[in-house]
């Protein structure tokens, strides 16, 4: 049991932030660069501690090269 989220990432940024623009949509600033998939974990990071699960909780379904993300949250 989950639920699907959208996120449009921001990478290499001075400062990380998550902002919530409605219930399933999040904009997440990362200080990573999007190279060799650094970025992608730092916002699974974030995720997870912003839902307080696990990281192998959150998985990027679509988007792993985009900015526009759609992430599962397993909340089992």
Do not use: W
């Amino acid at each position: 049991m989950g639920f699907y989220i959208k996120v449009v990432a921001k990478t290499g940024v001075k400062k990380e932030s998550i902002l919530k623009k409605s219930v399933d949509h999040f904009i997440i600033s990362v200080k990573e660069k999007a190279e060799r998939n650094t970025a992608n974990d730092k916002i699974i990071a974030i995720l997870a501690q912003y839902f307080k699960v696990q990281t192998g909780k959150v998985r990027i379904v679509n988007g792993h090269h985009h900015p526009h993300k759609l992430i599962f949250i397993d909340i089992k």
